[in-house]
């Protein structure tokens, strides 16, 4: 029974180790970061750059569309989706809208298809 105690407070404190290793190296981007379902477009997480970039906190971004930031529909072609990198509009809380470029990086955590995008503002 010790080793069991034992062996879960150790499973417990990687587990805390890994999730502020994630934490750490998703706020350290110096782009704005959404990580979404792939399936419905909903933002699962979010970066204090993309908090500054859209001039609202990650309440306020958690559970949205990302079609309410990215105008994403202007970019697909006719059925072939949309490439890995590419130039968009984000649309910031106050409706101004930005050109952004965006990199997107799909993949699988936990059998649920994500989809990582990176977007930076395009200076002119």
């Known amino acids: 029974e010790i080793e069991e105690r034992a062996e879960c407070h150790r ?3 990687s587990m805390r180790e890994s999730e ?3 934490r750490e190296l998703f706020e350290s981007l110096e782009d704005a970061a959404f990580l979404a379902d792939e399936q419905s477009g909903t933002i699962i997480d979010t970066n204090r750059c993309a908090e500054v ?3 609202c906190n990650r309440a306020e971004i958690l559970g949205c569309k990302e079609s309410r930031f990215l105008a994403l529909d202007k970019v697909r ?3 072939s989706g949309l490439p890995p990198s590419f130039e968009c509009n984000m649309v910031r809380a106050n409706g101004t809208v930005l050109p952004v470029s965006m990199h997107a ?3 699988k955590l936990y059998g649920r298809a994500l989809v990582l995008r990176l977007c930076h503002e395009l200076r002119k």
Do not use: N, V
């Open 20 to 22: 502020h290793k994630y």
């Open 11 to 13: 499973a417990e404190e």
């Open 105 to 107: 990086t799909h993949l």
């Open 53 to 55: 970039l859209l001039g």
């Open 77 to 79: 072609s006719a059925g």
